[in-house]
C-alpha cells in the first residue's frame, strides 16, 4: 500500500494480531523453542506456555482443558469432526446433515463425501439465513452419523439456534458439531448449555495468529484422528504442537474474554450507524440477514443495478477494503450460495458487499466508507444499463 491510509473492514476474513498476543509468542521462536514433547529441561517452557493457553481458551466456551484439540485451524478442524464421524471404525453411519451455508470448509468437504457414497442433506434457512430446529429434526435418519450447524455465518453474519439444534439432536443421539469460527470470542458460547458435542474455531479471526485453531471433542465422544502421526494432543492429533501458535491463540482467547462486552457494544455502535446510513442515503440498498441476530461487527449489504466485484475494485482504490463475501480467488463467477440460499437472485447476490468492522474500527472510517460508496454506487449506476432501463421504466409509470 501506498501512504494512503488503509481501512480495513475485512475482519471476517482475518485480523490483526494483537499486540500482547505477538509479545506472547515472540520467545517461543528463539529461546524457548524446544519441542513440548520432549523429555529434556527445553521442552519444559513450551509445555508449561501451552497448558496455560489450553486453559484460556478452553474457558471462554465452558469446556476442560483436555477437551482441546490443537488443530492447524478451522478447516482442518472441520473436517476432522465430519469425516472422523462418517469414516473409520467409531463412525456412526452414513447419512451428514448440515446447513446449506456452512463454510466452503464444510460444504466442499460434504461434496467430496457424496462422492464416496456418504449422504448429505443440506438444510434450508429463511430469508434471514436461520436453521429451524424443526428443519433439523425431520432430516434425522436411523443412520444419521453428525449434524452440523454453524454458530453464526462469516458472510451474512447470521446467529443460528445453536442450543436448540444441539438439543434436537441430544434428543435424537446423534452427534452435533457446529463451525464456531466466526462466533468464538465474538458472542457467548457454552458447550454444555448449547449441548454441543463438537465445536471448531481458528485463532486468526480473534486477533490470534494464522495457522491455528482447535476442535473441542466432549469428554466422553469418540473419534478417530484426521492427521495420523505422533502422541500429540492425547493421541488423537499427530504433528509437533506449534508452540507459539497455541501460546498466542491462548492470549488471544484471555484478552476476548475479558473485553468481549466491550467490544461487541462499540463493533454494533459501529456496524449499526453503517447500516443506518447506507439504508438511508443510499437508494434501492439493502441488509443481508438478520437485523438484530447477527454477529456485532458484520454488515453485508446488496445494491441494486451494480456488481459487487465493481464495487469492491473502486473501494479498494479508495483504500477501503472490504469482502463480496463469495470469496471467489479462483475469479469463479458463480454467485455466493449462502446469499443464493436465502432466496437472492444471482443479479442480488452479485450486487452483495461484506463489511467486517473490528473494535479498531473508528466512527470516521465508518463515515468515510458510506460517503465513499456513496460516490462509487452513483457513478457505477450511472454507467449501468440496467439502472438506465429501470429509471426509464419509472418515468414512464409516472406519466401514464
Ligand atoms: C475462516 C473460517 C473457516 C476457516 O478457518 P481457517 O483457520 O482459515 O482454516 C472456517 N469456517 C468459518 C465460518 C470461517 O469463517
Not at 492447524?72 to 446447513?99: L, R, Y
Not at 486468526?204 to 495468529?209: C, I, N, R, V
Not at 482504490?317 to 463475501?325: D, H, P, Q
Amino acid at each position: 500500500m501506498t501512504d494512503k491510509k488503509t481501512i480495513y473492514m475485512d475482519n471476517a476474513s482475518t485480523t490483526r494480531v494483537r499486540k500482547e498476543v505477538l509479545d506472547a509468542m515472540l520467545p517461543f521462536f528463539r529461546e524457548d523453542y524446544g519441542n513440548p514433547d520432549s523429555i529434556h529441561a527445553m521442552g519444559r517452557p513450551g509445555r508449561d506456555a501451552v497448558k496455560v493457553a489450553r486453559a484460556h481458551i478452553a474457558d471462554l466456551i465452558g469446556a476442560k482443558p483436555e477437551e482441546i484439540y490443537f488443530t492447524s485451524g478451522g478447516s482442518e478442524a472441520d473436517n476432522w469432526a465430519i469425516k472422523s464421524a462418517v469414516f473409520g471404525p467409531h463412525a456412526k453411519g452414513k447419512h451428514v446433515i448440515v446447513s446449506s451455508i456452512e463454510h466452503h470448509a464444510i460444504i466442499n468437504m460434504c461434496e467430496y463425501l457424496e462422492k464416496v457414497g456418504i449422504e448429505v442433506t443440506y438444510l434450508p434457512v429463511d430469508k434471514y439465513g436461520i436453521v429451524s430446529p424443526e428443519t433439523v429434526e425431520a432430516a434425522i435418519r436411523p443412520d444419521t452419523a453428525i449434524i452440523s450447524v454453524m454458530t453464526a455465518n462469516n458472510e451474512i453474519g447470521t446467529i443460528e439456534p445453536i442450543r436448540e439444534i444441539g438439543a434436537v439432536a441430544r434428543k435424537h443421539n446423534v452427534l452435533f458439531h457446529t463451525d464456531a469460527v466466526q462466533a468464538y470470542g465474538q458472542i457467548d458460547i457454552d458447550v454444555t448449555r448449547d449441548n454441543i458435542d463438537l465445536l471448531s474455531t481458528s485463532a486468526h479471526k480473534l486477533g490470534g495468529p494464522k495457522g491455528i485453531g482447535f476442535l473441542y471433542i466432549r469428554n466422553g465422544v469418540k473419534l478417530d484422528p484426521l492427521i495420523h502421526g505422533g502422541e500429540q494432543e492425547r493421541g488423537i492429533r499427530g504433528g509437533t504442537t506449534n508452540v507459539p501458535g497455541a501460546v498466542g491463540f491462548g492470549k488471544a482467547a484471555e484478552l476476548a474474554k475479558l473485553d468481549m462486552k466491550e467490544r461487541a457494544d462499540k463493533e454494533i455502535a459501529l456496524r449499526d450507524h453503517l447500516i443506518n446510513r447506507v439504508l438511508t442515503e443510499i437508494p434501492y440498498s439493502s441488509l443481508n440477514g438478520h437485523p438484530t441476530q447477527r454477529l456485532p461487527g458484520n454488515a453485508n449489504l446488496r445494491f441494486a443495478f451494480i456488481e459487487g466485484e465493481s464495487l469492491l475494485m473502486s473501494m479498494n482504490m479508495a483504500g477501503i477494503c472490504v469482502s463480496t463475501g463469495s470469496a471467489c480467488a479462483s475469479g469463479s463467477l458463480d454467485p455466493s450460495h449462502v446469499l443464493l440460499a436465502i432466496g437472492l437472485k444471482h443479479e442480488e447476490a452479485h450486487g452483495s458487499l461484506r463489511f467486517t468492522v473490528s473494535a479498531e474500527t473508528t466512527l470516521e472510517d465508518v463515515d468515510y466508507t458510506v460517503d465513499t460508496l456513496k460516490s462509487v454506487v452513483e457513478r457505477l449506476r450511472s454507467m449501468s444499463p440496467l439502472y438506465e432501463d429501470f429509471v426509464k421504466e419509472q418515468k414512464k409509470k409516472q406519466e401514464a
